[in-house]
């Protein structure tokens, strides 16, 4: 459930240089703003935390709603609005449960996106998007929640199959989640010797 309309916007002044800005144009115009950690903006800015989220095998989990038009199938990262009280962590982990049936291992920050939407009907709104890195296995397919499929896909793969359309902030998320994946299988391997 995300937390809505905002009387307040963030305070913009607060953030560092970001590493990319995209514009898009559906359903209206908006602007993604890219934040590289370490900046974390306030929790109560911040409407969401979905997950680039690799198996051990490599292999990155995707999961398919409906499209706004309720029909066209809708491949996306796991994720979604952070419940009063919750961390981004508790989040996804809650998330990922429900809507992919599996079970986050371990997770890192990767970033963050201000979404400014200046022509949202219920007037300007501007709020921030979190993505983190996840480790995942998981469990027997029983959908309860809004995703009716889960599928696997490798890298390669990722950036046609997820519904973004071009994004360049898929890329950064694609590129530095494959980082944070081989950071922590270097990190598995050292433990096991």
């Known amino acids: 459930m995300a937390r809505g309309f905002r009387a307040t916007l963030p305070d913009k002044s607060l953030e560092p240089t970001p590493r990319l800005v995209e514009t898009h144009d559906q359903p209206r115009p908006w602007t993604a703003t890219w934040f590289d950690p370490p900046f974390l903006p306030e929790l109560d800015h911040v409407d969401q935390a979905y997950g680039i989220c690799f198996t051990k095998e ?3 989990l995707l999961i398919c709603s409906h499209d706004v038009d309720g029909v066209t ?47 949202h009907p219920d007037g300007p709104q501007s ?49 530095d989640g494959l980082r944070l994946d081989a950071e922590a299988k270097l990190s598995e391997r050292v433990t096991d010797t």
């Open 73 to 119: 199938p809708y491949w996306n990262l796991p994720g979604g609005g952070l419940m009063p009280g919750e961390t981004l962590e508790q989040c996804l982990t809650r998330e990922v449960a429900e809507e992919a049936c599996a079970r986050v291992i371990g997770s890192r920050y990767l970033g963050c996106q201000r979404v400014d939407d200046l022509e």
């Open 127 to 175: 709020f921030y998007q979190a993505r983190l890195w996840a480790r995942v296995e998981l469990d027997r397919w029983d959908p309860r929640h809004e995703a009716f499929e889960r599928r696997l896909v490798t890298p390669a793969e990722f950036l046609s199959v997820l519904a973004w359309g071009p994004s360049l902030t898929a890329a950064v998320i694609l590129e």
């Open 58 to 60: 490599g292999e990155i």
